[in-house]
């Protein structure tokens, strides 16, 4: 365990800790309308698409003996859980840096920081610390790159954005520690998961209409060809004891593919879409192989 600032009293008191990025699609919001399918024990936790980690981090309060694997295809998202977990002092020195630039000129030190975002640096601390200043200050703290893996998302409006919170980051620090964090494709982390494992799954949306899917957070698809593979490989894992709870849009698609699961609704808000008119709370549905 790396050493870490001393815990304050808030931190003793075991606070749960919270996602330390915004992240579209994030599942903080759905923790309550998950909590009667969770198993009533975990001893192994899988998740093959991270994003914000609202679900480990509530999990890992819940039992912190959890082992877990956290794993995600985008690479800088895993860089940034690694140094939370390994050097969240020194990131949060480079936070305080990036704010005070930011707050200094705030247009022309954004898109400076954004423009560098592939430029190659030698410091995971540097990497770690951009993506959270870019996420916690661009438009919706969307995380969206093009073709060729560019951070393309314009300047939010923020008027004093707050880039952490320390007990929060500290908390979300000791949670990580000995856990599993990979960059690593789906397949292969639901391939790995055994009898008696809990998975949760939160893969890219399928879009609710030809329009609606206008992000991605990797320079790779999520298209229908990878949205049958999962569900595959996520029934297959059923069938071998893993005990699995899948997110995705209620779309005829979806339900097709799970049709052999347990498939419940829960309601979710839509804050991001380009017609204002379909922003607000929307049916998802929360996919599980037990009644």
């Given at each position: 365990?790396?050493?870490?600032?001393?815990?304050?009293?808030?931190?003793?008191?075991?606070?749960?800790?919270?996602?330390?990025?915004?992240?579209?699609?994030?599942?903080?919001?759905?923790?309550?309308?998950?909590?009667?399918?969770?198993?009533?024990?975990?001893?192994?936790?899988?998740?093959?698409?991270?994003?914000?980690?609202?679900?480990?981090?509530?999990l890992?309060?819940?039992?912190?003996?959890?082992?877990?694997?956290?794993?995600?295809?985008?690479?800088?998202?895993?860089?940034a859980?690694?140094?939370?977990?390994?050097?969240?002092?020194?990131?949060?020195?480079?936070?305080?840096?990036?704010?005070?630039?930011?707050?200094?000129?705030?247009?022309?030190?954004?898109?400076?920081?954004?423009?560098?975002?592939?430029?190659?640096?030698?410091?995971?601390?540097?990497?770690?610390?951009?993506?959270?200043?870019?996420?916690?200050?661009?438009?919706?703290?969307?995380?969206?790159?093009?073709?060729?893996?560019?951070?393309?998302?314009?300047m939010?409006?923020?008027?004093?954005?707050?880039?952490?919170?320390?007990?929060?980051?500290?908390a979300?620090?000791?949670?990580?520690?000995?856990?599993?964090?990979?960059?690593?494709?789906?397949?292969?982390?639901v391939?790995?998961?055994?009898?008696?494992?809990?998975?949760?799954?939160?893969?890219?949306?399928?879009?609710?209409?030809?329009?609606?899917?206008?992000?991605?957070?990797?320079?790779?698809?999520?298209?229908?060809?990878?949205?049958?593979?999962?569900?595959?490989?996520?029934?297959?894992?059923?069938?071998?004891?893993?005990?699995l709870?899948?997110?995705?849009?209620?779309?005829?698609?979806?339900?097709?593919?799970?049709?052999?699961?347990?498939?419940?609704?829960?309601?979710?808000?839509?804050a991001?879409?380009?017609?204002?008119?379909?922003?607000?709370?929307?049916n998802?549905?929360?996919?599980?192989?037990?009644?």
């Amino acid at each position: 365990m790396p050493s870490l600032p001393p815990a304050t009293k808030k931190e003793n008191g075991a606070v749960e800790p919270q996602p330390f990025l915004k992240w579209v699609g994030g599942k903080s919001q759905l923790i309550a309308q998950f909590d009667g399918f969770f198993p009533s024990k975990i001893e192994r936790y899988h998740e093959p698409f991270l994003g914000g980690g609202a679900i480990f981090f509530h999990l890992k309060h819940r039992w912190p003996g959890m082992k877990a694997s956290l794993c995600d295809n985008n690479a800088e998202l895993i860089n940034a859980y690694e140094v939370v977990r390994d050097h969240p002092a020194a990131l949060m020195t480079q936070l305080d840096q990036h704010l005070a630039g930011f707050l200094a000129d705030r247009s022309a030190y954004y898109y400076a920081v954004r423009s560098r975002h592939n430029a190659a640096v030698s410091s995971s601390i540097a990497r770690a610390a951009r993506l959270i200043f870019l996420n916690k200050t661009c438009f919706n703290g969307l995380w969206r790159v093009n073709s060729r893996g560019e951070f393309n998302v314009p300047m939010g409006a923020y008027k004093n954005p707050r880039l952490y919170d320390r007990d929060n980051l500290l908390a979300a620090s000791r949670a990580l520690q000995g856990v599993k964090l990979a960059v690593q494709d789906f397949r292969k982390t639901v391939v790995e998961t055994k009898r008696g494992d809990f998975a949760y799954i939160d893969p890219p949306y399928v879009p609710l209409s030809a329009t609606a899917s206008f992000t991605s957070y990797t320079k790779d698809n999520f298209g229908p060809v990878e949205q049958r593979e999962l569900a595959c490989h996520v029934v297959a894992a059923a069938k071998r004891g893993v005990t699995l709870m899948l997110s995705n849009s209620d779309t005829p698609l979806v339900r097709e593919l799970y049709r052999d699961l347990t498939i419940h609704t829960v309601r979710a808000r839509r804050a991001i879409n380009s017609d204002a008119a379909k922003r607000g709370s929307i049916n998802e549905v929360l996919i599980v192989n037990r009644s």
